[in-house]
């Protein structure tokens, strides 16, 4: 049996007409060079709200100032008296579109295909990436494409807890 689909002049089909995540998020999609490619393509396998968490982190870690890594051990006043940092555990629960939306930044500004290692300028739940990563048992050095499946194969959310000064 042949089914037909009518097209109404001036309105777009479901399957034609792009997905809406509200204005601001639909503006900061169109200013982020191949990032409305990277939405239609996980939108294949995401639900929408999934989507729109992963967008929200995506704008919140492009807005976000570098972490400062020079923090010198001696900061006192106190000539070489040494500032004594207490480190403290801390735990938060990571979902799947927080690290989402670090591969997906990493994806816009290296491609697919090019290796990255050193997260420390992205943070996931306020930590350092690199630190969360390590928590969930990825570290060294991996290319974009294998941190997508990566993300796609484990079950979030995740708790994580990492000792930090």
Same mark, same amino acid.
């Given at each position: ?10 309105? =777009? ?7 809406? &995540? ?5 503006? &900061? ?10 939405? #239609? ?7 929408? #709200?999934?989507?729109?968490? +992963?967008? #929200?982190?995506?704008?919140?870690? %492009?807005? $976000?100032?570098?972490?400062?890594? +020079? +923090? %010198?051990?001696? #900061?006192?006043?106190?000539? *070489? ?8 555990? /801390?735990?938060?629960?990571? &979902? ?5 939306? /670090? ?10 295909? $090019?290796?990255?290692?050193?997260? =420390? ?30 993300? *796609? %194969? ?12």
């Amino acid at each position: 049996m042949a089914t037909a689909t009518i097209l109404t002049p001036g309105v =777009a089909s479901a399957e034609t007409k792009a997905e809406s &995540y509200g204005v601001e998020l639909d503006k &900061y999609i169109e200013s982020r060079p191949g990032l409305r490619e990277i939405v #239609e393509e996980q939108s294949q396998h995401l639900d929408r #709200e999934e989507i729109r968490k +992963t967008l #929200e982190a995506l704008k919140e870690i %492009s807005e $976000q100032a570098p972490i400062d890594s +020079t +923090t %010198s051990s001696r #900061e006192s006043g106190d000539g *070489d008296a040494p500032v004594i940092v207490p480190m403290k555990k /801390v735990c938060v629960k990571v &979902y799947g579109w927080m690290v989402r939306a /670090v591969a997906w930044d990493l994806r816009i500004r290296f491609g697919l295909v $090019q290796v990255v290692s050193g997260l =420390a300028s992205f943070t996931i739940a306020g930590l350092p990436a690199s630190l969360v990563f390590g928590a969930l048992g990825l570290g060294g050095s991996f290319t974009v494409n294998e941190l997508f499946r990566w993300i *796609d %194969s484990r079950s979030w959310p995740r708790n994580v807890c990492v000792t930090v000064k």
